[in-house]
């Protein structure tokens, strides 16, 4: 029984309890943030896989929503209008687009503005009337209203139906699209 009296007074308890206290905290402390470390990746793990669930449903639906797709020969079973009447988006690509600065006087940022206003190929430029064009580059402002378009139907045309000899020959004679 001595022993113990003598264990309980002369033990600095004050030095034990001052080290063991702290280290306690720092315990409790770290073994909480663990946790909610754990609870948060959980979290993100059921909400990735949640989210991956939700892209292959929706890939599954696009893919579904277009009919008879014939892959042989790259055509399908409706026309871009009733897709479209029928609220299904066919996606044919980005659009086929020309270098149109083949044309003499056409630069990139006439290029550029003809893109904007949706001429892209040399079908669409030599379909497209010069007032047309005209009425674009007054549009884009006075640097680009010095520019004259009355050839570049007609060369774009004999690019659209591959006469590059005939072109060349033509461009030969124009100064910056001009006769």
């Known amino acids: 029984m001595e022993f113990f009296k003598c264990w309980l007074t002369d033990f600095p308890w004050g030095v034990f309890l001052g080290c063991l206290l702290p280290l306690l905290l720092l315990w409790w402390f ?3 943030q663990i946790n909610r470390w754990k609870l948060h990746a959980n979290e993100l793990e059921d909400r ?4 991956e669930g939700e892209l292959a449903a929706c890939r599954k639906s696009k893919v ?3 009919p008879n797709v014939d892959t042989a020969n790259g055509s399908s079973g409706i026309t871009a209008g009733a897709a479209i009447a029928a609220g299904v988006g066919v996606y044919t690509g980005p659009p086929k687009k020309d270098d149109l600065k083949i044309v003499e006087g056409i630069g990139p940022k006439i290029e550029e503005l003809f893109n904007n206003a ?3 190929t040399f079908a669409e430029l030599a379909e497209t009337s ?3 064009m005209k009425s674009i580059l007054d549009a884009a402002g006075p ?3 010095i520019h004259n378009p009355t050839t570049w ?3 774009a045309a004999l690019a659209r139906d591959g006469k ?4 060349k020959k033509w461009q030969d004679e124009l100064y910056k699209g001009k006769a």
């Not at 990735?48 to 989210?51: A, K, R, T, Y």
């Not at 590059?164 to 072109?167: P, S, V």
């Open 30 to 32: 770290m073994n909480r």
């Open 48 to 51: 990735i896989s949640f989210l």
């Open 64 to 66: 579904s929503t277009i």
């Open 118 to 120: 949706g001429i892209f």
């Open 130 to 132: 010069v007032e047309s």
């Open 143 to 145: 640097r680009f209203q």
């Open 153 to 155: 139907a007609a060369q």
């Open 164 to 167: 590059w000899d005939e072109l």
